[in-house]
T-cell receptor, first 109, second 112 residues
């Protein structure tokens, strides 16, 4: 069945560092891909999405490109802030929604 | 903005109690979902519903049931709570078709 694998955390960075969180997927057909973010004590919020190959999703300085050839959707941000500390989930939507295990990011001042 | 609300943010129940978790969405979405979230396991789908009175089992339905009497409301029921059901429960909704899901704030349930 469909599945999502994302890098294990936790990830700890200093403010203004470059962020990459890796995500790869296994799916038949052409799934849509998402990154969700969960701030402490809250539910998941959609961060960005891409619906077809080579699409780039972007929001709040975060970006991810749908790479069908490598079945990947890595999340990147050029300069993280303390307020980006959260858990990030990669997800795919095909026949149903599948989530990765989540990656906890802590950004230190 | 889509709004998904859950009846409680925190809940403490005793083993054997019947527990109701309620979820309401205000965007006329056809699909509604219940997940549980546990550290290292991500989100696991318990049940979903694509229409009033319709329900489908997800990956981990054992020990749970659901009710959808109105389009905007989806309830998760723990018939007899057990300690291994201590978890964060997340409700979500989406439009019919391949659209993103919108989540509520979650209910952290502790069963003692």
């Amino acid at each position: 069945g469909d599945s999502v694998t994302q890098m294990e955390g936790p990830v700890t960075l200093s403010e203004e560092a470059f962020l990459t969180i890796n995500c790869t997927y296994t799916a038949t057909g052409y799934p849509s891909l998402f990154w969700y973010v969960q701030y402490p004590g809250e539910g998941l919020q959609l961060l960005l999405k891409a619906t077809k190959a080579d699409d780039k999703g972007s929001n709040k300085g975060f970006e991810a490109t749908y790479r069908k050839e490598t079945t990947s959707f890595h999340l990147e941000k050029g300069s993280v802030q303390v307020s980006d500390s959260a858990v990030y989930f990669c997800a795919l939507l095909n026949n149903d929604m599948r989530f990765g295990a989540g990656t906890r990011l802590t950004v230190k001042p | 903005d889509v709004k998904v609300t859950q009846s409680s943010r925190y809940l403490v129940k005793r083993t054997g109690e019947k527990v109701f978790l309620e979820c309401v969405q205000d965007m006329d979405h056809e699909n509604m979902f219940w997940y549980r979230q546990d550290p290292g396991l991500g989100l696991r789908l318990i049940y979903f519903s694509y229409d009033v009175k319709m329900k489908e089992k997800g990956d981990i339905p054992e020990g749970y049931s659901v009710s959808r009497e109105k389009k905007e409301r989806f309830s998760l029921i723990l018939e007899s709570a057990s300690t291994n059901q201590t978890s964060m429960y997340l409700c979500a909704s989406s439009s019919l078709g391949r659209y993103e899901q919108y989540f509520g704030p979650g209910t952290r349930l502790t069963v003692t």
